[in-house]
């Protein structure tokens, strides 16, 4: 299998099609239970394109950032932005450790070896397919989990956790965040996930800053047609996603999805770098 190497430079038109195309189903099924579909992207990077697990994940992170940012735009018709910066405290709370988070992640990301991170990624993908399918099972709260120092506490440690598999996979760790909000602040699911954008970017931001530091970074300038093609792709296929949110019902969509998780991680446990 052709490595991200082996691609340098300006793909043909089939291999910008397929990109496209995969940015596209990517988007779609991300939209679909409104997140940016990263961690679907994640496995095709690694096992359908041939990136390494470092490239893959600097190159998820690269797209999920404008996925991410277009997101928190989008969605002000439905939460405006002085609703959230009405609860700048949550955002702030769990800024306080995902920001340390996605430094660390991102620093131990560099420093594994390939096959060790893979299996990080594979394990990861396995923790967000569970919360895919159970995380939704207890967001019907109104009140918080917990109050005072303790939800400040609790909120950093959270923070903290979600920064570091963010950055390890290079998602914006929406289904993480959208559950922590909802229960531990009891915050509204439409807020909540407005709310979890505000915190992604930034923690999305200090891990881009510190990927960019390794030299695995010069992937992003080697394959930028790619990297462009498939954020438009991702950026179409989150918009056709939202238009089809609620079509197909919670019950049937999130053991699927789940399930393609599971298989894409025991694709990516047993991947070798060709």
Known sequence: MAT???RAGSPDASTLLRTLIAGVVIGTLGGLIGLGGAEFRLPLLIGIFGFTALSAVILNKSMSLVVVASALLLRAHVVPFDAVIAHWPIVANLLAGSLVGAWM??????RLRSQTLYRVIAVLLIVIAAVLVFG???LGRNEPLLTGWLQVVFGVIAGFGIGVVAS????????????TIVLLFGADIKLAGSLSLAVSLPTMIVGFARYSRDDSFTVLRRNRHFVIVMAAGSLLGAWLGGLLLGVVPDFVLLPVLALILLISSFKVWRHQDS
């Not at 992640?105 to 560099?110: E, I, L």
């Not at 390890?168 to 559950?179: D, F, N």
Request: glycine residues 16%; hydrophobic residues 60%; charged residues 10%.
């Open 105 to 110: 992640g991102a620093s131990w990301a560099t």
């Open 136 to 138: 939704h099972m207890f």
């Open 4 to 6: 991200d190497l082996a």
């Open 168 to 179: 390890l996979l290079g998602v914006a760790g929406g289904e993480l965040l959208i559950p």
